[in-house]
């Protein structure tokens, strides 16, 4: 048997004639760019997340520099950020020529809300939050530090399609909430695409100005904006996949279930819950100190796994000129040398997870066959 870290083709085929009807219509209609596919999706997913305005946009980079940029952030300011995140959440700050100022994750891999208040500065303007792998970051905790201290929030919920903390729907606590809907996604288009959520209206025209050149009115530009459209084609085919991301969710929960039962191995960490939230799941990451050799022994035994991710933000050559060495957050490079993700997607059968399950417990590394 061969498991795969992700196979995005059982949602997909399951509901073939669905997707290939939108597609058709939509190819048919001759309209592409912001018609009413585009309408419909930031109508209904802004009433998903729980926010007033929805603004699609052509991915989450965008997303996020373009969050940074509408709040007036930028050179000589900063912006709070978890250290152990995808690059392209400090790449949103840094664009805009702000400053990150990395916070350690605490024990569920987000950000540590006790750490964030001593990285407050006369030139902190922001705090980015990053809901990773699909688990909230203790939001009440944020929300109070962001409100005392007079700072706009931000959430990088490209990972946390319909994740909950006490209730509330990751995307709706801050400012901005941004979301990236990557093929990979739990609401993957089937290209890229990204979206912002707010309930500022002020926010909400700025956006809108700002993905189209900078215009409200075509040729009248305000200010210098870009091209972040999404498209009429990934809208549609978006429009059908939220009628099922609940299910979506409730799939990888089911799945990740079975891990959190059923692997049993001293060498390896499994993911905690933080209390009051519901994960979606996008990843189901473990950690060990044998990371490398246990993901070598999987591919052997045909098993998918993925490192998310090996190489921090501070220290990659992007970032050279921070001036963060190595040891600088021993949390975050501790973690980048540990973590695995292990098989996750829809409709992922009994045998196949009770095969990754087996050769997981199975695994002894070579240290301890000595």
Same mark, same amino acid.
């Given at each position: 048997?061969?498991?795969?870290?992700?196979?995005?083709?059982?949602?997909?085929?399951?509901?073939? @004639?669905?997707?290939?009807?939108?597609?058709?219509?939509?190819?048919?209609?001759?309209?592409?760019?912001?018609?009413?596919? !585009?309408?419909?999706?930031?109508?209904?997913?802004?009433?998903?997340?729980?926010?007033?305005?929805?603004?699609?946009?052509?991915?989450?980079?965008?997303?996020?520099?373009?969050?940074?940029? !509408?709040?007036?952030? =930028?050179? #000589?300011?900063?912006?709070?950020?978890? +250290?152990?995140?995808?690059?392209?959440?400090?790449?949103?700050?840094?664009?805009?020529? $702000?400053?990150?100022?990395?916070?350690?994750?605490?024990?569920?891999?987000?950000?540590? $809300?006790?750490?964030?208040? +001593?990285?407050?500065? $006369?030139?902190?303007?922001?705090?980015?939050?990053?809901?990773?792998?699909?688990?909230?970051?203790?939001?009440?905790?944020?929300?109070?530090?962001?409100?005392?201290?007079?700072?706009?929030?931000?959430?990088?919920?490209?990972?946390?399609?319909?994740?909950?903390?006490?209730? @509330? !729907?990751?995307?709706?606590?801050?400012?901005?909430?941004?979301?990236?809907?990557y093929p990979s996604k739990n609401l993957g288009a089937?290209?890229?695409? =990204?979206?912002?959520?707010?309930?500022?209206?002020?926010?909400?025209?700025?956006?809108?100005?700002?993905?189209?050149?900078?215009?409200?009115?075509?040729?009248?530009?305000? !200010?210098? #904006?870009?091209?972040?459209?999404?498209?009429?084609?990934?809208?549609?085919?978006?429009?059908?996949?939220?009628?099922?991301?609940?299910?979506?969710?409730?799939?990888?929960?089911?799945?990740? @279930? @079975?891990?959190?039962?059923?692997?049993?191995?001293?060498?390896?960490?499994?993911?905690?819950?933080?209390?009051?939230?519901?994960?979606?799941?996008?990843?189901?990451?473990?950690?060990?100190?044998?990371?490398?050799?246990?993901?070598?022994?999987?591919?052997?035994? #045909?098993?998918?796994?993925?490192?998310?991710?090996?190489?921090?933000?501070?220290?990659?050559? +992007?970032?050279?000129?921070?001036?963060?060495?190595?040891?600088?957050?021993?949390?975050?490079?501790?973690?980048?040398?540990?973590?695995?993700?292990?098989?996750?997607?829809?409709?992922?059968?009994?045998?196949?997870?009770?095969?990754?399950?087996?050769?997981?417990?199975?695994?002894?590394?070579?240290?301890?066959?000595?």
């Amino acid at each position: 048997m061969k498991v795969p870290a992700n196979n995005l083709l059982r949602h997909y085929q399951e509901h073939q @004639q669905e997707y290939e009807t939108k597609a058709l219509e939509i190819l048919r209609s001759g309209s592409y760019i912001l018609g009413n596919e !585009v309408e419909t999706f930031e109508r209904d997913f802004a009433n998903y997340i729980g926010t007033n305005y929805c603004v699609g946009l052509g991915n989450c980079l965008d997303a996020l520099w373009l969050s940074f940029r !509408v709040l007036g952030i =930028g050179a #000589g300011d900063e912006v709070i950020v978890q +250290a152990n995140t995808y690059i392209a959440s400090v790449m949103g700050i840094t664009i805009n020529d $702000a400053t990150p100022v990395f916070v350690e994750p605490d024990q569920y891999h987000s950000i540590d $809300a006790d750490k964030i208040e +001593a990285k407050i500065t $006369a030139k902190t303007k922001a705090i980015l939050v990053v809901h990773l792998y699909g688990q909230s970051c203790e939001m009440d905790k944020i929300v109070a530090i962001a409100k005392k201290h007079q700072l706009y929030l931000v959430e990088d919920c490209a990972q946390s399609h319909g994740a909950t903390y006490q209730g @509330q !729907v990751t995307g709706s606590f801050g400012d901005i909430g941004c979301f990236s809907f990557y093929p990979s996604k739990n609401l993957g288009a089937f290209g890229d695409g =990204g979206a912002v959520t707010t309930n500022s209206a002020e926010l909400d025209k700025a956006f809108r100005m700002y993905r189209f050149y900078g215009s409200e009115k075509r040729y009248y530009n305000q !200010v210098v #904006g870009t091209n972040s459209r999404l498209d009429e084609l990934q809208a549609g085919l978006l429009n059908v996949k939220l009628n099922y991301l609940d299910q979506l969710n409730a799939d990888r929960n089911r799945v990740c @279930q @079975q891990y959190l039962k059923k692997i049993d191995n001293p060498v390896i960490q499994l993911p905690k819950v933080r209390a009051e939230s519901t994960p979606v799941w996008h990843q189901f990451v473990i950690t060990t100190p044998d990371r490398d050799e246990l993901k070598d022994y999987l591919e052997a035994q #045909g098993i998918g796994s993925i490192i998310h991710y090996p190489i921090p933000p501070h220290l990659s050559e +992007a970032y050279a000129y921070l001036n963060l060495k190595k040891g600088s957050l021993a949390i975050t490079e501790k973690l980048a040398d540990e973590v695995l993700s292990l098989p996750l997607f829809y409709g992922m059968t009994e045998a196949e997870i009770d095969f990754v399950v087996a050769a997981i417990n199975a695994f002894v590394p070579k240290v301890m066959e000595r």
